[in-house]
């Protein structure tokens, strides 16, 4: 969009108008290849005349038909092509000496020509000629205030000062040139200078040029003529910088109204103005719209949208080189833009901007690495049995498998991997590897569960069933081999692993558990069937005789001596 090519920047009150820079004319593209013109002059002096014709601008003009009255008020900006890729920022600030503010409204005027002092390349001075070398002239209390306010300067800026004479007359240039740096340090040495710029030269502040024009009204043509002369001057000088020695705190055209809001600011609050510390502020606004602009550009890209949906469904093949272009799209977007703001702002900046992208994409990239590590460990698990079934030893089994899928998981890794992410897959690495480990750990200990609960039930089972005096001792004999036996195999397994002592210890304590829960659960069994037992026991002892033969009941037996005798072998 092109934006309007004039609107009132500042309104007679002091306005900033926010809302119509916003309407302005796109200023982006020009990066730092503009100029800022800005005039002074009296009231009524044809300032806005000779903008347009020099310009090619719209500033309103005087009608003289009606008489001599103030016509432009607060200031105006407006935008001239310039030539190539420039352009010329033109700046018609309200006359002074007008009687419509009185003598006692200065503020505006001093505000303004300080406004026009902090942001113009060139400034020009509007003057009749035959106000040269008048001491009550109109063109010294506006130097005056030019110099006074250029004392407020953080620094000293060389800027031109291009002396307009409007009417010339007979007079040599040469002579009038004379007589105006007469005037010019006459002035400049009247003006009370603060500590620091006592010994500043004049030099230092402005770089002093004249031109005369012929009147306008009377030799129109011969004005113009004038004019064309003086526009291929110094269109091209403001171009290619010529005019621009003292702009070290130039901003970038797009952040010029940002600019120009701050430094307006500041000297409303009546503050010192310190151009350098404004174009660190500016910096680091526009560096931060610029980021945000960028980062929202990557994430409305199609590209990233497919490439996320595509994650959702599984692995990305070659996720970190479809990544890639759309980091960098971002960046070179931000690099593009911010490339003529302070280089420390701006590489700050860049740096946030690349944590936020990546801190953006890290679900994504972590999702992979999620997909990637359950099939490695699905993968793990069919090849482990597979070998197994096959008749590979246990830790055989274990290591090739285990070596095999955490190389193809490593090179999951590194497909997926983000230039200059710094992201450090060794964790995940290291995971998939403690996964591993814990699945054939696990495996490991449900073998030998399985080994002690055929090694410990059946026997046990009979030596109680049979409970005799060396029952238990026989028990824990048995239990106690089992136990050694099974952890001296879980040791010797287990040494394939990458597993730590701890968890050694660990499995060790919990399968020498188990082994003891086998004959615990085989002893409950087996007392819940005692009383039956006994039971039983006593019916055979008291209904047979020693040789096991069934009694022969004839009535002369001792009763109670046979209960006593089964009791006591129960």
Same mark, same amino acid.
């Given at each position: 969009?092109?934006?309007?090519?004039?609107?009132?920047?500042?309104?007679?009150?002091?306005?900033?108008?926010?809302?119509?820079?916003?309407?302005?004319?796109?200023?982006?593209?020009?990066?730092?290849?503009?100029?800022?013109?800005?005039?002074?002059?009296?009231?009524?002096?044809?300032?806005?005349?000779?903008?347009?014709?020099?310009?090619?601008?719209?500033?309103?003009?005087?009608?003289?038909?009606?008489?001599?009255?103030?016509?432009?008020?607060?200031?105006?900006?407006?935008?001239?092509?310039?030539?190539?890729?420039?352009?010329?920022?033109?700046?018609?600030?309200?006359?002074?000496?007008?009687?419509?503010?009185?003598?006692?409204?200065?503020?505006?005027?001093?505000?303004?020509?300080?406004?026009?002092?902090?942001?113009?390349?060139?400034?020009?001075?509007?003057?009749?000629?035959?106000?040269?070398?008048?001491?009550?002239?109109?063109?010294?209390?506006?130097?005056?205030?030019?110099?006074?306010?250029?004392?407020?300067?953080?620094?000293?800026?060389?800027?031109?000062?291009?002396?307009?004479?409007?009417?010339?007359?007979?007079?040599?240039?040469?002579?009038?040139?004379?007589?105006?740096?007469?005037?010019?340090?006459?002035?400049?040495?009247?003006?009370?200078?603060?500590?620091?710029?006592?010994?500043?030269?004049?030099?230092?502040?402005?770089?002093?040029?004249?031109?005369?024009?012929?009147?306008?009204?009377?030799?129109?043509?011969?004005?113009?003529?004038?004019?064309?002369?003086?526009?291929?001057?110094?269109?091209?000088?403001?171009?290619?910088?010529?005019?621009?020695?003292?702009?070290?705190?130039?901003?970038?055209?797009?952040?010029?109204?940002?600019?120009?809001?701050?430094?307006?600011?500041?000297?409303?609050?009546?503050?010192?103005?310190?151009?350098?510390?404004?174009?660190?502020?500016?910096?680091?606004?526009?560096?931060?719209?610029?980021?945000?602009?960028?980062?929202?550009?990557?994430?409305?890209?199609?590209?990233?949208?497919?490439?996320?949906?595509?994650?959702?469904?599984?692995?990305?093949?070659?996720?970190?080189?479809?990544?890639?272009?759309?980091?960098?799209?971002?960046?070179?977007?931000?690099?593009?833009?911010?490339?003529?703001?302070?280089?420390?702002?701006?590489?700050?900046?860049?740096?946030?901007?690349?944590?936020?992208?990546?801190?953006?994409?890290?679900?994504?990239?972590?999702?992979?690495?999620?997909?990637?590590?359950?099939?490695?460990?699905?993968?793990?698990?069919?090849?482990?049995?597979?070998?197994?079934?096959?008749?590979?030893?246990?830790?055989?089994? &274990?290591?090739?498998? #285990? =070596?095999? %899928?955490? @190389?193809?998981?490593?090179?999951?890794? +590194?497909?997926?991997?983000?230039?200059? /992410?710094?992201?450090?897959?060794?964790?995940?690495?290291?995971?998939?590897?403690?996964?591993?480990?814990?699945?054939?750990?696990?495996?490991?200990?449900?073998?030998?569960?399985?080994?002690?609960?055929?090694?410990?039930?059946?026997?046990?089972?009979?030596?109680?069933?049979?409970?005799?005096?060396?029952?238990?001792?026989?028990?824990?004999?048995?239990?106690?081999?089992?136990?050694?036996?099974?952890?001296?195999?879980?040791?010797?397994?287990?040494?394939?692993?990458?597993?730590?002592?701890?968890?050694?210890?660990?499995?060790?304590?919990?399968?020498?558990?188990?082994?003891?829960?086998?004959?615990?659960?085989? &002893?409950?069994?087996? #007392? =819940?069937? %005692?009383? @039956?037992?006994?039971?039983?026991?006593? +019916?055979?002892?008291?209904?047979?005789? /020693?040789?096991?033969?069934?009694?022969?009941?004839?009535?002369?037996?001792?009763?109670?001596?046979?209960?006593?005798?089964?009791?006591?072998?129960?």
């Amino acid at each position: 969009m092109a934006g309007k090519l004039l609107i009132q920047l500042i309104d007679e009150d002091g306005r900033f108008n926010v809302t119509g820079m916003q309407d302005f004319a796109n200023l982006g593209e020009h990066g730092i290849s503009y100029g800022v013109v800005s005039i002074f002059g009296p009231q009524s002096s044809g300032k806005s005349t000779l903008l347009n014709n020099l310009f090619e601008t719209k500033f309103k003009e005087m009608d003289a038909s009606i008489g001599r009255s103030q016509t432009t008020k607060g200031i105006w900006l407006a935008k001239h092509a310039g030539i190539n890729k420039s352009c010329i920022l033109v700046i018609d600030l309200e006359g002074s000496d007008g009687k419509e503010r009185g003598e006692d409204d200065v503020c505006l005027e001093k505000q303004s020509a300080l406004f026009a002092l902090a942001v113009s390349d060139i400034v020009l001075i509007n003057m009749w000629c035959n106000d040269i070398g008048r001491h009550q002239a109109g063109s010294r209390p506006l130097l005056k205030t030019i110099f006074q306010v250029m004392m407020r300067l953080f620094q000293p800026r060389r800027i031109t000062l291009l002396f307009v004479i409007r009417d010339k007359s007979a007079t040599p240039l040469d002579k009038l040139t004379a007589l105006i740096r007469t005037d010019i340090r006459e002035i400049f040495d009247s003006v009370i200078k603060p500590e620091a710029h006592k010994k500043t030269a004049l030099t230092e502040f402005f770089n002093v040029e004249v031109i005369a024009l012929s009147n306008y009204e009377d030799k129109k043509e011969l004005f113009k003529d004038e004019v064309v002369s003086l526009k291929q001057r110094y269109i091209d000088s403001i171009a290619s910088g010529v005019h621009s020695e003292g702009r070290r705190d130039r901003v970038p055209a797009s952040a010029f109204s940002l600019s120009a809001q701050e430094i307006w600011k500041v000297i409303k609050e009546n503050k010192d103005l310190n151009l350098a510390s404004n174009k660190i502020l500016v910096a680091r606004a526009r560096c931060e719209d610029i980021s945000n602009e960028s980062f929202a550009h990557l994430v409305g890209n199609e590209d990233w949208h497919q490439l996320q949906e595509a994650v959702q469904s599984g692995p990305v093949k070659g996720f970190g080189k479809k990544i890639k272009p759309i980091i960098s799209k971002c960046l070179s977007e931000y690099d593009a833009e911010a490339v003529y703001f302070d280089e420390g702002i701006r590489t700050e900046k860049r740096q946030l901007l690349e944590a936020k992208v990546l801190q953006f994409i890290t679900p994504a990239y972590q999702n992979i690495l999620a997909q990637l590590h359950s099939g490695a460990l699905d993968n793990f698990k069919k090849a482990f049995h597979e070998a197994l079934n096959q008749g590979k030893q246990f830790v055989v089994a &274990a290591r090739d498998c #285990s =070596k095999y %899928v955490m @190389s193809v998981f490593g090179e999951g890794c +590194s497909d997926a991997a983000i230039e200059n /992410s710094n992201y450090d897959s060794s964790q995940v690495l290291d995971r998939l590897g403690n996964d591993i480990g814990a699945y054939v750990a696990s495996e490991i200990t449900s073998f030998n569960e399985a080994k002690l609960d055929m090694a410990l039930s059946a026997p046990v089972k009979a030596l109680l069933d049979e409970a005799g005096d060396n029952t238990w001792p026989t028990i824990r004999n048995m239990l106690r081999e089992q136990t050694k036996s099974a952890s001296s195999r879980i040791v010797t397994d287990i040494s394939c692993l990458d597993v730590d002592q701890k968890t050694i210890d660990q499995i060790l304590s919990d399968i020498e558990r188990y082994a003891r829960s086998v004959v615990e659960a085989k &002893a409950t069994e087996a #007392s =819940k069937e %005692v009383l @039956s037992r006994m039971k039983d026991r006593f +019916s055979e002892l008291f209904n047979y005789d /020693s040789n096991s033969k069934p009694r022969t009941w004839t009535g002369n037996e001792d009763i109670e001596a046979i209960i006593n005798t089964a009791l006591s072998a129960v």
